[in-house]
T-cell receptor, first 116, second 111 residues
Framework: DTGVSQDPRHKITKRGQNVTFRCDPI?????LYWYRQTLGQGPEFLTY????????KSRLLSDRFSAERPKGSFSTLEIQRTEQGDSAMYLC??????????????FGAGSRLTVL | SQQGEEDPQALSIQEGENATMNCSYK?????LQWYRQNSGRGLVHLIL?????REKHSGRLRVTLDTSKKSSSLLITASRAADTASYFC???????????FGTGTRLQVTL
């Protein structure tokens, strides 16, 4: 168990470029989450997958954002035509339901995006 | 949107003192969890309390939950410099499988 891995850790890009982040969850976890966190704020939910199915998307996830989890393993989050407002830390987390249904998340270290 | 709000936003104490932070939330919950985040890193789960529980302990952590007031508190006893971090409450509600996080309390423990 190597934890949740995210790549890259830092990405600097120019406005209008596309960026893609990858998340490798804990192997036995069937749920995978993407959150966005800006400075001084708590994480905001973007989307989550159960196995390969994307079950919920936040209204924060505009049509420039797309997430995939092919084969229910790793996931990618792509942002097209980046804007300066997309600058944030993108956090991935995974989980498996605990006994009695509680959902405890294991987070990766995050991918920090800076849009110039 | 943020479900919870932590209070205070920032807290500075000396090593050995106790730290208390509070979380208020808006809707009925299944459980409430506390996470810690060191600067620039991911979040780490600390403790979970279910809606039918009122108090839980884990090491130097004590969590209380008052569902009538929709609030929770996290007490860290005998704080250490290594406790310096941001602390977030997160709620799991209804049939939703996601957690909704609060705005966080930044704790600074000085020697």
């Amino acid at each position: 168990d190597t934890g949740v891995s995210q790549d890259p850790r830092h990405k600097i890009t120019k406005r209008g470029q596309n960026v893609t982040f990858r998340c490798d969850p804990i192997s036995e976890h069937n749920r995978l989450y993407w959150y966005r966190q800006t400075l001084g704020q708590g994480p905001e939910f973007l989307t989550y997958f159960q196995n390969e199915a994307q079950l919920e998307k936040s209204r924060l996830l505009s049509d420039r954002f797309s997430a995939e989890r092919p084969k229910g393993s790793f996931s990618t989050l792509e942002i097209q035509r980046t804007e300066q407002g997309d600058s944030a830390m993108y956090l991935c987390a995974s989980s498996r339901p605990h006994l009695r249904g509680a959902n405890v998340l294991t987070f990766g270290a995050g991918s920090r995006l800076t849009v110039l | 949107s943020q479900q919870g709000e932590e209070d205070p936003q920032a807290l500075s104490i000396q090593e050995g003192e106790n730290a208390t932070m509070n979380c208020s939330y808006k809707t009925s919950i299944n459980n409430l969890q506390w996470y810690r985040q060191n600067s620039g890193r991911g979040l780490v789960h600390l403790i979970l309390i279910r809606s039918n529980e009122r108090e839980k302990h884990s090491g130097r952590l004590r969590v209380t939950l008052d569902t009538s007031k929709k609030s929770s508190s996290l007490l860290i006893t005998a704080s250490r410099a290594a406790d310096t971090a941001s602390y977030f409450c997160a709620t799991e509600t209804g049939t939703a499988s996601k957690l909704t996080f609060g705005t966080g309390t930044r704790l600074q423990v000085t020697l």
